[in-house]
């Protein structure tokens, strides 16, 4: 099973996880990535079975969309049941790193809200330390250089994501060299510097339940 394939498994696997646990005034929470997309995809041959999303990115919102899904802000939901979305890396106590894709910070606040969260990625993305994968940070324009400065005190070798822009006006610092031992303390850290937004680490907001697509089939972390 090639990584598409393993994408679109753990995909659809996700799909028949939550099914059982949707009613007719349930709302979903959609994540951004290919593998959110493959999830979109098969939740959309589902969408009479519940009644909204609320999205992550203005990409899956289209997305979501183009499928007749119908979107809510997320203001707008009284509840979010579920929330399904990929990563970049996954460690063995379910923390995260995610933001390769650039949405982090609308992520989190889905994450957040919903009741649970599922996680699904192929099977390169379970790692035994986070770190490998450079975490993304998102970063008020202004305070750019600032925000290097401490994050190279960390220990990290910031590097600016060029041309990019995320949905909220910010841009994305790429963060190389870390090995995070403790991600926990290293998430709330950097989220306490001033002018960061949010970072990719999701430790206090991990998942639940993470579902890997391996050569073998779909497996539970
Ligand atoms: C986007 C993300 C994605 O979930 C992450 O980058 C994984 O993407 P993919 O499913 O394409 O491998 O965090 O901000």
Redesign the pocket.
């Known amino acids: 099973m090639d990584q598409d394939r393993a994408?679109a498994a753990v995909a659809r696997a996700a799909c028949d996880l939550i099914a059982p646990q949707l009613a007719t005034d349930s709302v979903v929470g959609v994540?951004?990535?290919?593998?959110?997309?493959l999830f979109i995809d098969a939740l959309a041959e589902i969408r009479h079975t519940f009644d909204a999303a609320v999205s992550?990115?203005e990409a899956s919102t289209a997305r979501l969309q183009a499928h007749g899904i119908h979107v809510l802000e997320l203001n707008a939901a009284p509840a979010v049941a579920v929330y399904v979305?990929?990563?970049?890396e996954v460690d063995p106590s379910r923390a995260l790193i995610?933001?390769?894709?650039?949405?982090?910070t609308r992520?989190k606040i889905v994450a957040a809200t919903a009741d649970t969260f599922v996680c699904?990625?192929?099977d390169s993305?379970p790692v035994d330390r986070l770190g490998a994968f450079p975490l993304?940070v998102e970063v008020i324009p202004m305070a750019r250089g600032l925000v290097a400065r401490r994050l190279a005190g960390l220990g990290g070798q910031p590097v600016y994501r060029q041309g990019f822009v995320t949905d909220n006006g910010n841009v994305i610092l790429d963060v190389h060299g870390l090995s995070i031992t403790d991600p926990d303390a290293l998430e709330r850290e950097i989220n306490h510097i001033p002018g960061v937004v949010t970072n990719?680490i999701f430790a206090a907001e991990r998942p639940e339940t993470v579902l890997v697509g391996t050569p073998g089939g779909v497996e539970r972390l």
């Open positions: 994408k994540g951004t990535g290919s593998t959110a997309n992550s990115s979305d990929g990563a970049d995610k933001g390769g894709g650039g949405a982090l992520e699904i990625v192929d993305k993304p990719g």
